[in-house]
């Protein structure tokens, strides 16, 4: 029995498992067990929103047991305090843990450089805790300031000074600037009464960018309201002040974000280190001291060839190295051939408030710069990408909602065009009213088809057939091609025609090739296949209507019913009311059945029964 320990449930600790579980699925003689302190993994780039109120709290975090369900992979709480790796042990306060292979990925904390005050005196946005933390502290000072009658601590009360402009600094200085605007609506503040600052000893923020999206992020900054300060060197922080060289800025709310070093078990550890506490590997992302331990994430510290830096402490490097790892850990316990450590990075995004970002994204040698929208686009793609391989449906429909279509003061990039919501008792007279037209259309049908079911009215006649006998069936069929569901255009007694929708010539070709297979006899006449089709055709009609006024299934119904109207629009006989009844249809796919229907009742039942199904928990084919 080989056991795998992977230590710390972040980006690389989560990917390195999975990768694990899946190689070694149905190896019996190999256990996979991860180690963290938390019960979640938290999605560290998305912090910002969570501290500047754009997303709920848990939107940041994902049950670990929800993400290894019915996967070999055994969660552990517990925090490690040390590291045996002669005995190959790791021990807490209260147990300790055998491996043969480990995978070292605690990640980073927050560094301070030493500088006085800076630790004690200071926010960090490092944890979910620290998110939250920010966010009730923001609250608090513009509710206490609200009340403040003193001018002085009144302002430094509102000032608020982000140390640090990477990306988690100008992410976190962008969000609060639209975090002040819904504040200072409630609270009656004058927004010029609110200082944001950015500062940084850097001579520019964003450094790693090119300079012409850094002067695009400096200026949408200045637009938001934003105070930039570079070329400062920070002394010292104070609990109500920072000193930034000669100059002190008064602000109650200090946040650091100017640097990070590894964890403070990997600065312990006895292995060969460089950098800020980052563990030296090998091109196997090996420890240079010990062959079976493994390091992946903000913890390696490897210089690819032909570089002349270390990889980059982002998500992407614990992408890659992930399954590395997992690979060569797989060859080691198969005795196959490892692989070696040759990541090619894809760019960086950062977005500066929900509406606008920046982007250097492409190929490595080929970079493309995004601003704006299209910079936003590439952030939420990539970051659904990853949620699609961690926890698949469940976290991305999740994540769009709260991204896209539960958002407040229209705080994301489509604005509030998706977003806005009425109470759904306001379509239930819609849904019992389209419900009873599909269902009356089917009812006055039925008794045709019982009387005989060999009389085909609901598909055009073969090509084949004549003029004169194809008259005289439109005309004998009249009434039953005027609904809304038969045929396009029919000879009436009083000699009108009614006229079609227009269909496409290809997709006219594409029906006629169909219905020549599958409905049409080489003389002309129907196939039993044509029989069957109306059959359905006319059930589907009165069931899916029954379902729509009954309000059960309704989302799926109001499908149906707008699959239903393309199909009679494809075969050329969909007059032009067809139109209100497919806009009617996508009107109450919303949720329309959950006011005044059984849905209301049926739905959470159902939910509650399919998630208990392994299948669906191991592929996450539900919503919270």
Known sequence: MKK???LG????????????AKKFKKNTEVEIQLIDRNPYHTLLTELHEVAANRTPEDAVKIDLKKIFANQKVDIVLDEIKNIDFEAKQLSSDTATYDYDYLVIGTGSKPTFFGIPGAEENTFTLWSHEDAVRLKKQIRNMFTEAARESDPIIRKTKLSFVVVGAGFTGVELIGEMAEYRDELCKEFYIDQQDVRLVVADMASKILPILPDKLIAKSEKYLRKIGVEIITNAKITGVDPAAVKLGDMEVAASTIVWTAGVEGSDIVGSLDVKQQGRKRIETNDKLQSLDHENVYVVGDNIFFIPEGETRPVPQM???AEHAAPLIAHNIHADVMGTAKKSYKPAFHGTMVSIGSRYGVANVGLPNKMFMLTGFMAMLSKHFINLFYLSTVAGFNKVWSYMMHEFFHVENRRSFLGGHFSKRSPN?????????????????????????IEDPSRIFLIPPSPVTDATSAASEAVTNVAEVVDAQTAASAVASTGETLTALPVPGFITSIMNTFMDIFFYTSDGGYTVLAEIFQIAMVLAEITFGALLMLGLFTAFSSIATIGMGVMIWTSGMAPYEMLWYVSAAIATIGGSGSVFGLDYYVLPWLKKQWKRIPLVRRWYLFTD
């Open 9 to 20: 449930g972040g980006y690389g600790g989560v990917l390195t498992a999975k990768k694990l």
């Open 425 to 449: 008792f306001w379509i239930v007279p819609l849904r019992l009213f389209v419900g009873f037209m599909w269902f009356k259309e089917g009812w006055n049908k039925i008794g045709k088809i």
């Open 4 to 6: 795998i320990v992977l």
């Open 315 to 317: 998500v992407e490097n």
